[in-house]
Nanobody, 120 residues
Framework: QGQPVESGGGKVQPGGSLKLFCEVSEGIFRSHAIAWYRQRPGEQRERLARITPGSNTKYADSIRGRIIISRDNPKNTVILHIITLKPDDTAIYFC??????????????WGQGTQVTVGS
């Protein structure tokens, strides 16, 4: 069914904000939850947020309050808005799809992700 495609990364100054975009096929978008993950240098990939087709959301405690996940339905895109960026947010950000009604973990193959670098 194709893998999600991430975009929107870049270099940002501390305290700034960024929106990341995850485009998926229409079939996946309508029937699965979409989640954002990140992998910091030397660390394992961690899930940050998840949103279902009904826009129910779930956030990781480690970053709750600084991110908002949302859906752009006409574009089959899930957006991750990160605010008050810190150098510790430097990572490759990935998205993937999960079962809509249970914690299945990622079901698709991983793309290249999008690099976010926070620094002055």
């Amino acid at each position: 069914q194709g893998q999600p495609v991430e975009s929107g990364g870049g270099k940002v100054q501390p305290g700034g904000s960024l929106k990341l975009f995850c485009e998926v096929s229409e079939g996946i978008f309508r029937s699965h939850a979409i989640a954002w993950y990140r992998q910091r240098p030397g660390e394992q990939r961690e899930r940050l947020a998840r949103i279902t087709p009904g826009s129910n959301t779930k956030y990781a405690d480690s970053i709750r309050g600084r991110i908002i996940i949302s859906r752009d339905n006409p574009k089959n895109t899930v957006i991750l808005h990160i605010i008050t960026l810190k150098p510790d947010d430097t990572a490759i950000y990935f998205c993937n799809y999960e079962a809509r009604d249970r914690e299945s973990g990622p079901l698709g193959s991983w793309g290249q992700g999008t690099q976010v670098t926070v620094g002055s």
